[in-house]
Structures are given as structure tokens and as C-alpha cells.
């Protein structure tokens, strides 16, 4: 069975960095593209980036270039979202999910459960 | 950028009829790579449809896609109880960014 389980929620200060994790199982991780989706308080969702594990390739959408690092450890099947200076705009819901393998590319079929990630002073 | 436009905001009807979702695009979709999710309160969205009208794994028949170029719909032919949702659309073949549409709520009326 395919599962993306997620790191837990956070309560964090501006200016603090965080790292939360999406570990896979089930599956090939290092076959299989891993975006990350934010989704701020009662609003939709944002494509953020995309990371390949197998070569750690990784595509961001020019909104999130340099707010955040995606990345992946493929010993562990787990990928990462990272700050490095947390703003109260930064709270959100943070989901993972990984890429529909199909000819050319593919949306998101397996979703992780989200962490919430909250900021405040 | 694509931008995707959904219609309408918020969808009134009531269990056993129809719902037609509407998403279109500011440019047209590459080899219609434009996918619909569910999502329901506290959950993660739930992938529907894929290449604009292929189901995804486990998804009831109701639900269908169609379209192309920088107009798709999505269809829910009889709307069961657990089917009030919001919906979005993606488009994911011009990338950075694989940009979602605003969303359309479907409630209950």
C-alpha cells in the first residue's frame, strides 16, 4: 500500500527555520516525483515545487524560489520542506504528494495526511 | 503562468442531480494534462480525474471529465451525499508552476 506520512504540526516564532519530513512506503521512492502543496487558512491550494529523489532534480514555482528548499533523502524514502526564516504568512497547511507515474507528466495520485504549520510571536 | 478560472464559486444542489464544474485556462493546456481533486473538509484532496477525462484508481463511474485547450468540465451525473466537496482543477503540463484552480464548493441546497 502507497502511503506519504508526514511530520507533525509545529508552532513556531517568526524568524525561527523549520524542517518538516513526507516519508514513503510502498513504493519505489526514488522512481516517483514528491511535490509539496500549501494550503493557507480556508484559501486553495498552491503548487510549491517538485523534487525527484532518484537524482534530487527539483522545480519550483517561481512564488516559493528562495522562501523555501526542497530536498530528499533517498537512504530514508523521505522528502523535505524547509525555511529558513519563518513569517507569519508562512502558516498553512503543507501537504506532500507524489506524481502519477504516466507517459509524460502526471498530477498528484497519493496525497500525505498534511502538517500544519503555525507562526506566531 | 497558466491561470485557471473555476465556475461557478459555489454550486447549490441537492442529492441525485447533476453537477457540471466548469475550469478554464488563460492559455491552452498542453495535451490536456488537466487533472480534478476532491477534498473535503480536514482531509487532503483526492485525485478524480487525470488527462482531462481518465479516472483515477477506485473513482465511481458518476464522475467524468471532458475538454481541451482552455476549457474543461467536470461532471457528477447523480450527486450522492458524500460527493458535496470542493473541487479543483490542476493543469500540470507547463511547468514550474502545476497551477490549481481557486476552487468550486458543491453544497447541499
Known amino acids: 500500500e502507497v502511503q506519504l506520512v508526514q511530520s507533525g504540526a509545529e508552532v513556531k516564532k517568526p524568524g525561527e527555520s523549520l524542517k518538516i519530513s513526507c516519508k514513503g512506503s510502498?513504493?519505489?521512492?526514488?522512481?516517483?516525483?514528491i511535490g509539496w502543496v500549501r494550503q493557507m487558512p480556508g484559501k486553495g491550494l498552491e503548487w510549491m515545487g517538485i523534487?525527484?529523489?532518484?537524482?534530487?532534480?527539483?522545480r519550483y514555482s517561481p512564488s516559493f524560489q528562495g522562501q523555501v528548499t526542497i530536498s530528499a533523502d533517498k537512504s530514508i524514502s523521505t522528502a523535505y520542506l524547509q525555511w529558513s526564516s519563518l513569517k507569519a504568512s508562512d502558516t498553512a497547511m503543507y501537504y506532500c504528494?507524489?506524481?502519477?507515474?504516466?507517459?509524460?507528466?502526471?498530477?498528484?495520485?497519493?496525497w500525505g495526511q498534511g502538517t500544519l504549520v503555525t507562526v506566531s510571536s | 503562468e497558466i491561470v485557471l478560472t473555476q465556475s461557478p464559486g459555489t454550486l447549490s444542489l441537492s442529492p441525485g442531480e447533476r453537477a457540471t464544474l466548469s475550469c478554464r485556462a488563460s492559455?491552452?493546456?498542453?495535451?490536456?494534462?488537466l487533472a480534478w481533486y476532491q477534498q473535503k473538509p480536514g482531509q487532503a484532496p483526492r485525485l478524480l480525474i487525470y488527462?482531462?477525462?481518465s479516472r483515477a484508481t477506485g473513482i465511481p463511474d458518476r464522475f467524468s471529465g471532458s475538454g481541451s485547450g482552455t476549457d474543461f468540465t467536470l461532471t457528477i451525473s447523480r450527486l450522492e451525499p458524500e460527493d458535496f466537496a470542493v473541487y479543483y482543477c490542476?493543469?500540470?503540463?507547463?511547468?514550474?508552476?502545476?497551477?490549481f484552480g481557486q476552487g468550486t464548493k458543491l453544497e447541499i441546497k
Open positions: 504528494a507524489r506524481r502519477l507515474k504516466v507517459a509524460g507528466p502526471g498530477p498528484f495520485d497519493y
Open positions: 510502498g513504493y519505489s521512492f526514488t522512481s516517483y516525483w
Open positions: 523534487i525527484y529523489p532518484g537524482d534530487s532534480d527539483t
Open positions: 492559455q491552452s493546456v498542453s495535451s490536456s494534462y
Open positions: 488527462g482531462a477525462s
Open positions: 490542476q493543469q500540470y503540463g507547463s511547468s514550474p508552476p502545476c497551477t
